[in-house]
């Protein structure tokens, strides 16, 4: 399949050109020529298949004319060692858990594909080394960090903007070593973001060492995530729950979103979607005029959704050929204060006894208030709330059980490299790589 730049001035590509590069040349980011719809038997029976079974066939659709079956297989397989949990929070609401994986987010999965769709293409090609630049506003590096650990012909350096995550998730990433650098840069999310995409333009550079990128901006990062939606909706599917569903999702960089509106696409039975902001609410905003005005990003309690200026925004209307009117067919918005997300947090843990974390507290709380009798609602639970531990636990007044896999990471030294956020300094430091 062919991979068109959402900006339209850059040739077509392969997977093969579209996973490697990570960004096209004109500065777009990578689409599907075609999204294929899967035949209405696959709806018929999903109930009956296992997680990897379903992920197998929704990524059979996007990459099986590239990638040889078993490999495909394999890949998917080896990605997908651990569940996601559909949980029912309260009345018609439930939590899809995806923070079951190694780092205990829902990147994991994304990270995890990309890494080992990568090393095929390298082994194929029989590259030497590619280098990947991810930035963070939390989950994300951690992610993709440990799903490229010890990935021979891989080196990861991921950006990250000082003070501004959680220390359970600056230490995913910064105490691994081997194949990982850790850059903290001295600037906002937004900041780090720039860095890498102005590095995929820089010919110096380019000429210098192989980049691409493993944040959502890559296709091979972002597609996996629709897994998420159709197992979703085959166990929803099983408790006679499915009919009329609303999907939540907590969104930042938009790229979580964007892979379930793909499914829709592929005839997965969602009703709406609701992107549910923090205070950086500039994807509400559109909704609500038309009109996308990026600007600085804004820190709060649910840092990974800290985003001024979303990338795969620019997909999201490529999927709608630029029409706000259906956009907004499809999809809803809502934006929460610190304060509302802390309420939230304290008032579900009262009344359920379920823990959400601040970026799940914004999606059950926009569902709670937007859902219709007759729907079902689904939310996407992305991180584990002991990865923002002073904030939950200041919010419930109690203690948070500490995952043993997120203890491990506790136990770490840190080793990061200061970085200014601008350019030059990132380019010279990695001209001298």
């Known amino acids: 399949m062919k991979y068109y730049s959402t900006n339209h001035q850059a040739p077509d590509a392969s997977l093969e050109e579209a996973v490697v590069k990570g960004l096209a040349s004109d500065k777009g980011l990578y689409m599907p020529e075609a999204i294929k719809p899967l035949p209405q038997e696959f709806y018929d029976q999903i109930e009956n298949l296992s997680f990897q079974e379903i992920a197998y066939r929704v990524a059979d659709a996007f990459f099986g004319e590239d990638v040889p079956a078993e490999t495909l297989k394999q890949i998917v397989y080896d990605t997908l060692s651990f569940d996601v949990p559909a949980v029912k929070v309260k009345d018609n609401i439930y939590s899809l858990e995806l923070f079951h994986g190694p780092t205990l987010a829902f990147k994991d999965v994304g990270g995890r594909f990309m890494a080992r769709l990568l090393g ?38 991921v950006l990250y903007p000082k003070g501004k995550v959680s220390e359970i998730q600056e230490k995913q990433f910064t105490t691994l070593g081997q194949n990982i650098t850790a850059l903290e840069v001295d600037g906002t999310f937004d900041d780090c973001q720039a860095l890498v995409k102005n590095a995929f333009m820089d010919a110096d550079l380019n000429a210098h060492m192989k980049l691409t990128s493993a944040n959502s901006i890559n296709v091979a990062r972002f597609l996996p995530q629709a897994f998420y939606y159709f197992y979703a909706y085959a166990q929803l599917k099983k408790e006679g729950k499915a009919d009329h569903l609303v999907v939540c999702v907590p969104s930042g960089n938009f790229g979580n979103i964007t892979a379930g509106l793909f499914g829709k696409r592929m005839g997965l039975p969602v009703k709406r979607f609701i992107a549910a902001n923090n205070r950086n609410d500039i994807f509400y905003q559109y909704l609500q005029t038309g009109k996308y005005n990026p600007r600085p990003s804004i820190a709060t309690i649910a840092n990974a959704m800290d985003v001024g200026d979303p990338s795969n925004f620019a997909r999201v209307l490529s999927l709608y050929d630029n029409s706000h009117a259906a956009i907004t067919a499809d999809i809803s918005g809502a934006t929460y204060t610190d304060e509302q997300i802390r309420e939230t947090v304290g008032e579900v843990y009262r009344e359920t006894g379920y823990l959400l974390d601040p970026h799940g507290a914004c999606g059950y709380r926009a569902l709670s208030e937007g859902l219709f009798p007759c729907e079902t609602g689904i939310f996407l639970e992305t991180a584990h709330p ?32 200061p970085m200014e956020k601008a350019f030059e300094s990132f380019k010279g430091y990695l001209m001298k790589e």
Do not use: C, R, W
């Open 386 to 417: 002991a990865k923002f531990l002073e904030t939950v636990e200041g919010i419930i007044g109690d203690k948070v059980e500490i995952p043993t896999k997120l203890q491990e990471f506790m136990k770490g030294t840190k080793q990061s490299i």
């Open 120 to 157: 095929y293409f390298i082994k194929k090609e029989g590259q030497k080394q590619v280098n990947v630049l991810v930035a963070t506003s939390g989950d994300t590096g951690s992610a993709v960090a440990n799903g490229f650990l010890g990935v021979e012909g891989i080196h990861v350096y």
